[in-house]
Structures are given as C-alpha cells and as structure tokens.
C-alpha cells in the first residue's frame, strides 16, 4: 500500500487543473516527501460549496474494531473496502477529495531492507491526482504526545494494481485520476457513477522514474 508520495508542481497548476478557485494553504513549498499523518494539499469542496485547495493530515478515522486496545489512532492511509459502513458515510460527494501528486512510491524488498521505488505517469512527473476522501475537524488522539486534537484528514482509494504497480506490489495500487473528466466525475457525480473510477491505470501508464531515497528530489 502507498504510505508515501510526492507534490512538487505549484499550487497554481493545482488550482488550474482541478478548477480549486480557492487557496487556503499560503506559500505551499515543493514537497518532495508525504509521510503518512503529515499535512498534505488536497482540493475539496468548502464549505459554502466552492472548490478550495486545503491542507489535511494523511489518515482517515480508524475504524472502531482497529482501535481495540489503543489509545491512539495515527489514521488509515489508503481505503479499499468501500462497501464497509466505516467509509460509506464519507463517499458522498461532500467528502470526496482530489490528492495532487507527482509520483508515488511502493516497497520493494524483504523486511528489514525495503527500499522505495517511485512511479509516475513519465520522467516528467506530470501532475496528477489521487482519488481521495476527506472529514474536517475529526477530534482524535493521534500522538500521545500530541493529546487529542482536532483536524482536518483525508485518505485515498486502493484497487487491484496495475502490472508496473504488481512487479513490486502486487496487493494494491493508488486509485489514480488523470483526465479533467475523470477528476469532475469524482468531484460531482453519485456514487453509482464514481465508483467505476476505483480501477486501475491500464498496463503501460507507470513508468519507475526512481529507486532507493525517501524522498523524490525530482520536480
């Protein structure tokens, strides 16, 4: 599963391509490293109903039989199951979310010696978008350190992996959308329309542009 992605394009082809007439996020810099349960850019609906580029913090809301026993909940990443009533409540058209990225990675390796390997759409790394989900102000102890906060998350959708994905993950793959058409019916349709779009890239859309850094330097 993707736990960590890339952005480095600027917010103004953000805004552009996913038609965001809204900026909230200030100087956002290139960011060459996402972690899991770091803010992140990603265009949603306000809440008067205009598009808006926002920042959240990668990790929807853990469903409750995850959190047994815990007194934390750093969030879940990526969503495959969509028929679970966990995330049903957020595939309306409210809390779907677009998730800019340039590339993302998967692991390759045994345990112990994992190694990113990074895919995008060319050497470029066009900018693209991850089918996303997203709740505002979820109060949770993520950190302990942190005690409980409230924030912003957001999480994106998982399908069957494309053969480039499969060579080195072959459970899953980001939902990855790279038409206009594509992020509008995302972005507004009902979910008996949408949901087609949980599918993989066809075979031959990835290229492997980098190996080995936590980071893609690339811009």
Do not use: Y
Request: net charge neutral; glycine share 8%.
């Amino acid at each position: 599963m993707c736990n960590l992605f890339s952005m480095t394009k600027g917010q103004v082809a953000i805004r552009e391509l996913a038609r965001a007439i809204r900026d909230t996020t200030g100087n956002l810099p290139p960011l060459p490293g996402i972690f899991p349960d770091n803010p992140a850019p990603i265009v949603r609906h306000g809440e008067d109903g205009a598009r808006e580029l926002a920042l959240a913090r990668w990790g929807m809301p853990s469903p409750s039989f995850v959190l047994k026993g815990r007194s934390t909940d750093p969030g879940v990443t990526n969503v495959r199951n969509t028929a679970s009533p966990h995330w049903r409540r957020w595939l309306g058209v409210e809390s779907r979310c677009l998730v800019p990225f340039t590339s993302f990675s998967e692991f390759e390796g045994a345990a112990g010696s994992k190694v990113p390997v990074w895919f995008a759409l060319d050497e470029t790394r066009p900018l693209a978008f991850f089918a996303g989900i997203q709740v505002r102000g979820w109060k949770s102890v993520r950190k302990v350190k942190e005690g409980e906060v409230e924030a912003d998350l957001f999480a994106f959708l998982t399908c069957e992996p494309n053969a480039e994905v499969g060579a080195i993950h072959p459970k899953a793959m980001p939902v990855v959308l790279t038409e206009p058409a594509e992020l509008e019916t995302w972005m507004t349709a009902p979910w008996e329309i949408a949901r087609e779009l949980q599918r993989p890239l066809p075979d031959g859309a990835l290229k492997i542009v980098a190996r080995g850094e936590r980071k893609d330097e690339a811009a």
